[in-house]
Structure formats: structure tokens, C-alpha cells
T-cell receptor
Framework: SQQGEEDPQALSIQEGENATMNCSYKTSINNLQWYRQNSGRGLVHLIL?????REKHSGRLRVTLDTSKKSSSLLITASRAADTASYFCATYFGNEKLTFGTGTRLTIIP | DTGVSQNPRHKITKRGQNVTFRCDPI?????LYWYRQTLGQGPEFLTYFQNEAQLEKSRLLSDRFSAERPKGSFSTLEIQRTEQGDSAMYLC?????????????FGPGTRLTVT
């Protein structure tokens, strides 16, 4: 079963705008990870945030984690056409498996 | 390219046939994982190996499924007596260490279609 739920399920924005997607999960985690999936490059790891961290940055990506609300957000700034993909959050409980959410389909309109 | 590779990329088979998929992880990675992904869903964990030992299997992995990693390098996933419900993308990933600290690198997947 899916652990996380991404919101929204689909998002379309103009190139250059910022995109925000959210992830909620059900149980305590060790870390939370965001992945991107498109037909060209498959599933690619974007960023990992540990349960004792609240915010993390990587290039145009900003991830926040609120363990009290069991939620995380991914912000992509200054979006580009190449950012068009599905984005998944995945939670890690310490049992060596990732549990993925259902994904947000992001479309960047040139 | 030294990423995770999977073969074949696509497989079409008739219901009842057996199929086998292969995964070659990144060479220095001791952990190898199999996931299944159906349309519109995120990947779901099937099983994982640390070196040649299979340490966890999901309830999704029925007795028709078997996975091996005989020498701690490549892995195979076999599905016997395939059913239409087995149609999915099968993803392999590898990692150099414990998931608390290391990311998983995914291969391109094998898309299985059971007719």
C-alpha cells in the first residue's frame, strides 16, 4: 500500500514560475526522499531530508519537513520545460525499503 | 555508463508463461532492491538483497515470484505462470549502504505486458 499522498495529483504552470507540491505520510519516519520520474531518465533521486532536519536546499529545489504534521513540501523555483515529470515522495522507516506516494504530475508550459 | 541496467526493457508474454528479468546494479553497491510500478502509482517494494542474502520480501511477492542474487552482483526476478495482473513496470535499484544514509539508484525498468 502507498504510504504517502502527494498533493496536487497534477499541476500545470508556465515556464519560469515556481512549483510547489506536498506530501503527507502516516507513520514516523527516519528520512523522506523526493524522486523525479520521466520517460527519458527513469526514476531519479532529487533530495533526502532526515527526520531531524526541517529544510534542505539543492540548486533550484527546496524541501521542507514537518514531522509534527507528517508532511513535506517540494518547491521548484524558476521552472523549466525539462522539469516536466512526475514527482514522488518516498519515506524510509529503517527497514531498508522505500515507500512511495502516488506522485504529482508536473507539466511546465513553455 | 555505470548506472543500474535492466534487461529486457520490454517484455510481452502470454498468460501462463514464465518470464525472467535481469538487473545489474552499480558495481560497488551491496544492496539491491526490486520494486513494481503500475500505471498512475508510485513504485511498490517487492524484495531486497544485501550481497547475496535476500533479507526481506513484501506480501506482494506471491509464491509465483522468485528473486536471486547468486554472487552478490546481478539479480534475476522470475515470475512463473504469469497473470494479467502482473502487467507492470519492474524496477531495480541499488545502494551502497543503509537506507538511512544512502540514496537508491534506479534502473530504467522492465515493462511487462501479459496478454
Amino acid at each position: 500500500s502507498q504510504q504517502g499522498e502527494e498533493d496536487p495529483q497534477a499541476l500545470s504552470i508556465q515556464e519560469g514560475e515556481n512549483a510547489t507540491m506536498n506530501c503527507s505520510y502516516k507513520t514516523s519516519i527516519n528520512n523522506l526522499q523526493w524522486y523525479r520520474q520521466n520517460s527519458g531518465r527513469g526514476l531519479v533521486h532529487l533530495i533526502l531530508i532526515r527526520s531531524n532536519e526541517r529544510e534542505k536546499h539543492s540548486g533550484r529545489l527546496r524541501v521542507t519537513l514537518d514531522t509534527s504534521k507528517k508532511s513535506s513540501s517540494l518547491l521548484i523555483t524558476a521552472s523549466r520545460a525539462a522539469d516536466t515529470a512526475s514527482y514522488f515522495c518516498a519515506t524510509y522507516f529503517g527497514n531498508e525499503k522505500l515507500t512511495f506516494g502516488t506522485g504529482t504530475r508536473l507539466t511546465i508550459i513553455p | 555508463d555505470t548506472g543500474v541496467s535492466q534487461n529486457p526493457r520490454h517484455k510481452i508474454t502470454k498468460r501462463g508463461q514464465n518470464v525472467t528479468f535481469r538487473c545489474d546494479p552499480i558495481s560497488e553497491h551491496n544492496r539491491l532492491y526490486w520494486y513494481r510500478q503500475t500505471l498512475g502509482q508510485g513504485p511498490e517494494f517487492l524484495t531486497y538483497f544485501q550481497n547475496e542474502a535476500q533479507l526481506e520480501k513484501s506480501r506482494l511477492l506471491s509464491d509465483r515470484f522468485s528473486a536471486e542474487r547468486p554472487k552478490g552482483s546481478f539479480s534475476t526476478l522470475e515470475i512463473q505462470r504469469t497473470e494479467q495482473g502482473d502487467s507492470a513496470m519492474y524496477l531495480c535499484a541499488s545502494s551502497q549502504g543503509q537506507g538511512a544514509f544512502y540514496e537508491q539508484y534506479f534502473g530504467p525498468g522492465t515493462r511487462l505486458t501479459v496478454t
